[in-house]
């Protein structure tokens, strides 16, 4: 297969994991026999400096002509601390899922058995647990009317059914896939835009008798990801929800820099990790970048290259039993290795396996 991807690095440790998530790219495309190209583009803080627009329609046009879109992170503090910033690097993350459509996010929650140790649960708890959020990423509250003077603010979390019933189908097709359970996350009880939810839901589950369907207020799946994340196979939810939610599932498999994500829909996908662009570990080789070559493995897995996904994870995991990891999750005693370190490690794996 021919690969044209479009690499947007970012802030803080973003370019230091995307070089590693690219050379993983690039190792299992000559193995397999794949062509790949590379195209740059900025985005975030870094475009900010450089042409005040943290996504440029530069980078836009890159990504709408690439088949994949590599993404690293944004962010820098010197926005956060300004409530006066006019642009801020998030504002590019939002221009780009919006302008490419992305409405649905793919976050995978999965353990890793020799990091269970690392989670703030109880093993028996955590030991196997294993879901999906697939979260709406171009609706509500994110993107409907906003105002905003010093008395008074707002936000509206607006809803369409055409809106919540592609993303229920994308829900319904993990589910068909997976242990066929899926659980609508809203809060019916108090928002309309809930009730239209689970109205939409109830319709849709209806085409689906083999899935198995529950609706759960957002408060209890809060509660219920921490009491039982056993019990979650995939969850579907709206933007802000999925945006607090798959933080707490993050953390709750022990480490937040081993988790990838895929945010498909009209235009080109993206594959990101979820976390966030840790500026304070810019340029100390320090990051992990497992959630960033682990998207990896989900680019090539959307493609259904499901051998190349596969052998992503099995050299992720073969680095993670060879205790060839970054500091943050290193066992203790053992010798701590660098961003570029660990990343190589796994090319090697990849090269001789
Ligand atoms: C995420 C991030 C973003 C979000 C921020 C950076 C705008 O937290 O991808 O979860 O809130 O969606
Ligand atoms: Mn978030």
């Known amino acids: 297969m021919d690969l044209k991807i479009a690499v947007l ?10 070089a590693q998530g690219v050379a993983v790219m690039s190792a299992v495309c000559e ?32 990504c709408m002509d690439a088949d994949a879109v590599l993404f690293s992170a944004v962010g820098d503090p010197k926005f956060d601390n300004d409530p006066t910033a006019k642009v801020r690097p998030e504002q590019g993350l939002l221009a780009m899922r919006k302008k490419l459509g992305l409405f649905a996010n793919i976050r995978p929650v999965e353990t890793f058995d020799c990091l269970i140790h690392k989670s703030p649960l109880k093993d028996e708890l955590v030991r196997g647990a294993d879901f999906i959020c697939i979260r709406e990423l171009t609706g509500g509250m994110y ?24 993303i229920l189908e994308v829900a319904y097709q993990y589910a068909l896939r997976r242990r066929k359970h899926l659980t ?3 809060k019916a009880n108090v928002l309309a835009s809930s009730r239209l939810w689970r109205q939409v839901a109830k319709e849709v589950a209806a085409k689906y008798p083999e899935v198995e369907t529950d609706y759960m207020f957002v408060d209890n799946a809060a509660m219920r990801m921490i009491q039982d994340p056993k019990f979650f196979d995939v969850m ?27 945010s498909t829909g009209e235009h080109t996908p993206v594959f990101e990790p979820i976390h966030g662009s840790w500026p304070q570990a810019k340029g100390l080789n320090i990051a992990n970048p497992l959630a960033q070559i682990l998207s990896v493995a989900m680019l090539f ?36 290795y660098g961003t570029k370190e660990v990343g190589e490690w796994i090319v090697n794996y990849i090269k001789n396996a």
Do not use: W
């Open 301 to 336: 897995e959307y493609f259904n290259l499901t051998e190349e996904g596969k052998l992503i994870r099995e050299a992720v995991n073969a680095s993670l039993d060879a205790d060839v990891r970054t500091p943050e999750i290193q066992v203790e005693g053992g010798a701590k």
């Open 184 to 186: 609508v996350v809203d």
């Open 236 to 262: 579907v939810t709206e933007n802000t929800f999925g945006d607090i939610l798959t933080d707490e599932g993050s953390c709750i498999t022990g480490s937040m820099g081993l988790l990838p994500s895929a």
């Open 9 to 18: 690095p970012g802030d803080g440790i973003g370019p230091e994991i995307s």
């Open 143 to 166: 993107f409907g009317e906003k105002y905003q003077d010093d008395e008074k603010a707002y936000d509206t979390n607006a809803y369409t059914r055409p809106e919540i019933e592609r």
């Open 31 to 62: 193995k397999f026999g794949h062509t790949v190209s590379y195209e740059y583009a900025i985005c975030g803080a870094d475009a900010i400096d450089k042409v005040g627009n943290p996504f440029p329609e530069e980078t836009f046009k890159i």
